[in-house]
T-cell receptor
Framework: GENVEQHPSTLSVQEGDSAVIKCTYSDSASNYFPWYKQELGKGPQLIIDIRSNVGEKKDQRIAVTLNKTAKHFSLHITETQPEDSAVYFCAARGTGGGNKLTFGTGTQLKVEL | GAVVSQHPSWVICKSGTSVKIECRSLDFQATTMFWYRQFPKQSLMLMAT?????????EQGVEKDKFLINHASLTLSTLTVTSAHPEDSSFYICSATRPRGYSGGAFLREQFFGPGTRLTVL
C-alpha cells in the first residue's frame, strides 16, 4: 500500500518568514495530494490540493509543488502569521478502490512573533 | 468548503457501555464516508470506509464487531463503539467525500472532515 513520509515533525519560524513542509510517497500511481491544517481539538481542514497532472498550484500565501518523478510534494507558506500555527498533514490517494487517503505523520508549525 | 458535522463533540462514558457518534454531511450528499481515529500528537489512522447502503469496509486490525458502522442515508453515517474500554479513549474523526466534477479526464472527489469527537472511557 501507499506510504507517506513527512518532514519536519516540528517547524518554528518567525512571523513573516516562509515555511516549507515536505512529503514523499511510495505509490507511483497516486494521483491526488491534499494538505490539511488541524488546530488543537478540531478536525483537519483542507487548505490546498494538487493533482498528478499539475506541477504547482498557488492560493494566496499557500502553494504546493509536486515532483512526480521523485515522488515528493511540498507545501509552501509565505508571509507566515501567528494564526498559521497548527499541525499540517499531507496525504496521498492512490488509484486503488475506495478513495482512501494515506496521511503523513504531521508537522507542528509554530509561528513566533 | 463543504460542511461536515459530528455529534457529540465530546463524550465521557463508563467502561462497558456503548457510545454512538454521528457524522453528517450538511450541504452535500456523500456516498462514501470515512472514520478515523487519532491519538494525541499522532496522525490520522483510517478505521473504516462507510458506503451508503452497504457494509462498511474495515482496515486491517480494526474489529468490526467492536466498531459498528451504519451508513443509512447519503448524509448520515454512525459509528458505535461497543463495550468501550479505556484503551478506546481517543479522538474520532469522520470525513465525507464530495464530487468535484471532471478534470484532466479524471473524476475528482474532495474529502472534508468533521470537527471530531473526543471519547473518554473511564
Amino acid at each position: 500500500g501507499e506510504n507517506v513520509e513527512q518532514h519536519p515533525s516540528t517547524l518554528s519560524v518567525q512571523e513573516g518568514d516562509s515555511a516549507v513542509i515536505k512529503c514523499t510517497y511510495s505509490d507511483s500511481a497516486s494521483n491526488y495530494f491534499p494538505w490539511y491544517k488541524q488546530e488543537l481539538g478540531k478536525g483537519p481542514q483542507l487548505i490546498i490540493d494538487i493533482r498528478s497532472n499539475v506541477g504547482e498550484k498557488k492560493d494566496q500565501r499557500i502553494a504546493v509543488t509536486l515532483n512526480k518523478t521523485a515522488k515528493h510534494f511540498s507545501l509552501h507558506i509565505t508571509e507566515t502569521q501567528p494564526e498559521d500555527s497548527a499541525v499540517y498533514f499531507c496525504a496521498a490517494r492512490g488509484t486503488g478502490g475506495g478513495n482512501k487517503l494515506t496521511f503523513g505523520t504531521g508537522t507542528q508549525l509554530k509561528v513566533e512573533l | 468548503g463543504a460542511v461536515v458535522s459530528q455529534h457529540p463533540s465530546w463524550v465521557i462514558c463508563k467502561s462497558g457501555t456503548s457510545v454512538k457518534i454521528e457524522c453528517r454531511s450538511l450541504d452535500f450528499q456523500a456516498t462514501t464516508m470515512f472514520w478515523y481515529r487519532q491519538f494525541p500528537k499522532q496522525s490520522l489512522m483510517l478505521m473504516a470506509t462507510s458506503n451508503e447502503g452497504s457494509k462498511a469496509t474495515y482496515e486491517q486490525g480494526v474489529e468490526k464487531d467492536k466498531f459498528l458502522i451504519n451508513h443509512a442515508s447519503l448524509t448520515l453515517s454512525t459509528l458505535t463503539v461497543t463495550s468501550a474500554h479505556p484503551e478506546d479513549s481517543s479522538f474520532y474523526i469522520c470525513s465525507a467525500t464530495r464530487p468535484r466534477g471532471y478534470s484532466g479526464g479524471a473524476f475528482l472527489r474532495e474529502q472534508f472532515f468533521g470537527p471530531g469527537t473526543r471519547l473518554t472511557v473511564l
